[in-house]
Nanobody, 112 residues
Framework: QVQLVESGGGLVQPGGSLRLSCAASGIIVSLNAMGWYRQVPGNEREFVARIGHFGSTNYADSVKGRFTISRDNAKNTVYLQMNSLKPEDTAVYYC??????WGQGTQVTVSS
């Protein structure tokens, strides 16, 4: 059974940084495309970043140049490094694996 557990969210001031982690079990992250999405209450869940099984990456325009997706194959974990955070980055961030497997989400709040 695939399980994805996100961590690393929290409260940060504008301009600050956070690193989210997605620890996976039941799936090998290096052999699958993994993604990060986010959702604000009342809005649809939106794409943030993706890393393909060959290591190629894609980003939403709104985070390009500020966020970096990566993975640690030995730890079977996917990361999202978020720099220069803005209030509009406030959301619940979700890790996604193929076949619609989702984590439980981690809250990121950017506020002074």
């Amino acid at each position: 059974q695939v399980q994805l557990v996100e961590s690393g969210g929290g409260l940060v001031q504008p301009g600050g940084s956070l690193r989210l982690s997605c620890a996976a079990s039941g799936i090998i992250v290096s052999l699958n495309a993994m993604g990060w999405y986010r959702q604000v209450p009342g809005n649809e869940r939106e794409f943030v970043a993706r890393i393909g099984h060959f290591g190629s990456t894609n980003y939403a325009d709104s985070v390009k140049g500020r966020f970096t997706i990566s993975r640690d194959n030995a730890k079977n974990t996917v990361y999202l490094q978020m720099n220069s955070l803005k209030p509009e980055d406030t959301a619940v961030y979700y890790c996604k694996a193929p076949n619609e497997y989702w984590g439980q989400g981690t809250q990121v709040t950017v506020s002074s």
